[in-house]
């Protein structure tokens, strides 16, 4: 998952600067457009080639997803699943093409029906969230985001609120990466139920956060005095405040299982990363004498 700003980065750079002017002139036009209206009380025709029939309103985002529709996704990236996800997630077109309708949907993983096709409605996953996050129970689990042998991949949609989970089920048939059934399911009906319970909390509660602190923490962060160097060292419970990352997943996570099975272990890492920035932040949680303990992290 390391490489994925790079591959988006590699696929897009040339295509978007084919299509900077014309998004320009599309922005500028749409504020024309605007300003039109405002002043004449008109309302202009509608345009049925542009309209999303799942958004309600265009936003310089549904412009950005309209022109990467215009750009065929490369055979090759099927190959790795984090390329063709970020594909799925950004191209309506490729979405309705790579869902198997009627598509099985399943609660509690018992079927309960079938979507057809005009039911469905378009899934950006994380990529308006603006950063992808992964639970995992060790570091080795990260390579399998690199192995091209990979045939089964499934996408989960945390809801911290309603404590529900929504599986995305993707394989990969005849070479190419299709979703194929959908799962909703308890937040704490699988592995990693104790450390979601906990992480649901800590997530949101500032004092929950420090109380959920190991005696010390091991810490890296961006040193204030230096932009191209990291500070490292360790922190008390009521250091937190001032060394916390930035970024700390909440309200919706997603999780993306690359096929590593999770054990009831006693150690959970939480790597997040932004999609179009730098930003990256890690937290390594241990269960000490029975409760989640931040024990290090990074961002």
Same mark, same amino acid.
């Given at each position: 998952?390391?490489?994925?700003?790079?591959?988006?980065?590699?696929?897009?750079?040339?295509?978007?600067?084919?299509?900077?002017?014309?998004?320009?002139v599309l922005v500028v036009l749409t504020t024309i457009s605007f300003s039109t209206v405002g002043c004449s009380d008109k309302k202009p025709a509608a345009d049925t080639t542009?309209?999303?029939?799942?958004? +309600?309103?265009?936003?310089?985002?549904?412009?950005?997803?309209?022109?990467?529709?215009?750009?065929?996704?490369?055979?090759?990236?099927?190959?790795?699943?984090?390329?063709?996800?970020?594909?799925?997630?950004?191209?309506?077109?490729?979405?309705?093409?790579?869902?198997?309708?009627?598509?099985?949907?399943?609660?509690?993983?018992?079927?309960?029906?079938?979507?057809?096709?005009?039911?469905?409605?378009?899934?950006?996953?994380?990529?308006?969230?603006?950063?992808?996050t992964l639970i995992l129970d060790n570091m080795r689990q990260l390579d399998l985001a690199k192995d091209t042998t990979i045939d089964h991949v499934v996408i989960e949609k945390?809801?911290?609120?309603?404590?529900?989970?929504?599986?995305?089920?993707?394989?990969?048939?005849?070479?190419?990466?299709?979703?194929?059934?959908?799962?909703?399911?308890?937040?704490?009906?699988?592995?990693?139920?104790?450390?979601?319970?906990?992480?649901?909390?800590?997530?949101?509660? +500032?004092?929950f956060q420090v109380a959920s602190m190991n005696d010390e923490v091991e810490f890296t962060s961006p040193d204030p005095d230096n932009d191209n160097k990291d500070q490292t060292? =360790?922190?008390?419970?009521?250091?937190?405040?001032?060394?916390?990352?930035?970024?700390?997943?909440?309200?919706?996570?997603?999780?993306?299982?690359?096929?590593?099975?999770?054990?009831?272990?006693?150690?959970?890492?939480?790597? +997040?990363?932004?999609?179009?920035?730098?930003?990256?932040?890690?937290?390594?949680?241990?269960? =000490?004498?029975?409760?989640?303990?931040? =024990?290090?992290?990074?961002?």
């Amino acid at each position: 998952m390391q490489e994925f700003e790079r591959h988006i980065k590699n696929r897009y750079d040339k295509s978007m600067r084919k299509c900077a002017l014309l998004f320009i002139v599309l922005v500028v036009l749409t504020t024309i457009s605007f300003s039109t209206v405002g002043c004449s009380d008109k309302k202009p025709a509608a345009d049925t080639t542009t309209i999303d029939t799942i958004q +309600s309103d265009s936003t310089p985002a549904d412009s950005v997803d309209n022109l990467i529709a215009e750009t065929p996704m490369p055979k090759a990236a099927d190959e790795l699943f984090d390329d063709f996800i970020f594909n799925f997630a950004a191209n309506k077109k490729l979405q309705y093409k790579r869902i198997v309708f009627p598509l099985p949907v399943y609660r509690n993983g018992k079927f309960f029906t079938k979507m057809e096709k005009d039911q469905w409605k378009i899934e950006h996953f994380f990529m308006r969230q603006g950063y992808y996050t992964l639970i995992l129970d060790n570091m080795r689990q990260l390579d399998l985001a690199k192995d091209t042998t990979i045939d089964h991949v499934v996408i989960e949609k945390i809801f911290f609120k309603t404590k529900k989970v929504k599986q995305f089920v993707f394989n990969r048939v005849d070479g190419q990466w299709m979703l194929t059934s959908l799962n909703t399911k308890s937040m704490f009906s699988n592995n990693n139920a104790s450390f979601m319970r906990f992480y649901s909390r800590f997530a949101v509660d +500032s004092a929950f956060q420090v109380a959920s602190m190991n005696d010390e923490v091991e810490f890296t962060s961006p040193d204030p005095d230096n932009d191209n160097k990291d500070q490292t060292g =360790i922190i008390t419970p009521d250091q937190w405040p001032d060394f916390k990352p930035e970024l700390i997943p909440h309200g919706i996570l997603y999780n993306i299982i690359y096929g590593q099975t999770y054990q009831e272990s006693n150690r959970k890492i939480l790597l +997040s990363r932004g999609i179009s920035n730098s930003m990256e932040a890690q937290m390594v949680f241990k269960k =000490i004498r029975g409760h989640w303990k931040l =024990i290090k992290f990074n961002g």
